[in-house]
């Protein structure tokens, strides 16, 4: 059973000694990591993702509860602990949904009757992150980009029921990202999200920060920003009204706006 994943620190670019040298991540932890554009922030999920034991660039070694991790979780896909969801999700097959689901199924559970059922909960679980439904009956290559990656957290989730559930920037999928973050901690598993949105950010554990390829610090979630969270949620969701209502062809009125006078500088100030 894994309990702790271990990120032991390498190098960055120009060969820079990462500033943290070792991170431990413990089940039910959600962390985050932020930094620019080309910081190296999915080089560190992929150096995750592949186990790295000191042969990638960054030279980096992932321990799974302290030790180098089986070879078997490299070698057969099935007991790989580890879900994947990237901006990639472009799909090779041309299935209906649920046949799609049915065989992912059939394939990770021992008790194949449990298949129906399993698919079942995943086509639930995503349909409360994406706006637009996932029809059943639906083939995989028609799915819009937020209906795949509301799937596919979805399967990470219950089909795949991998311990480590790694996501990259599913912020820019136009999922619910505040619902999917209250589903998955559900689930007691580790959830690293590569992001730059600040929601999701403040609503982790902690975060690591990268910068020029290196690990720099851990800043750790506050009370006062999870507070902050909470005016953050706010305003993210009253302009998530407002593109629902362009998106849908609809007229803005003045009144679509009056949520977000609040958070005019002066009146944002009071309301803090």
Do not use: W
């Amino acid at each position: 059973m894994i309990k702790t994943i271990t990120i032991l620190g390498g190098e960055g670019k120009a060969d820079t000694a990462e500033g943290v040298q070792r991170i431990d991540l413990n089940m039910g932890d959600v962390v985050s990591i932020v930094g620019p554009t080309g910081s190296g922030k999915t080089t560190l999920i992929n150096d995750i993702e592949l186990f790295a034991d000191g042969n990638t660039p960054t030279k980096r070694r992932i321990l799974i509860n302290g030790e180098r991790p089986s070879d078997l979780y490299r070698d057969d896909p099935a007991r790989n602990p580890i879900a994947l969801i990237t901006q990639h999700t472009n799909f090779l097959s041309d299935l209906p949904v649920r046949v799609f689901l049915g065989i992912h199924a059939r394939i990770r559970s021992a008790d194949n009757s449990r298949a129906d059922a399993l698919v079942a909960q995943t086509l639930a679980f995503a349909n409360q992150l994406t706006g637009e439904p996932v029809i059943p009956d639906n083939r995989m290559t028609e799915l819009s980009g937020g209906q795949t990656r509301a799937l596919l957290i979805a399967d990470a989730a219950i089909i795949c029921n991998t311990p480590i559930v790694l996501l990259d920037e599913v912020e820019n999928a136009g999922i619910h990202r505040t619902r999917a973050l209250e589903l998955l901690r559900q689930y007691r598993k580790i959830f690293i999200f590569v992001t730059h949105d600040p929601r999701i950010a403040l609503l982790s554990d902690f975060r690591i920060v990268m910068r020029n390829g290196c690990i720099t610090q851990i800043i750790h979630t506050d009370a006062a920003e999870r507070q902050f969270a909470l005016t953050v949620g706010c305003l993210d969701d009253a302009l998530s009204r407002l593109r629902d209502k362009i998106r849908f062809g609809k007229h803005l009125e003045k009144t679509d706006f009056t949520e977000l006078e609040r958070f005019t500088p002066e009146r944002e100030a009071a309301f803090l």
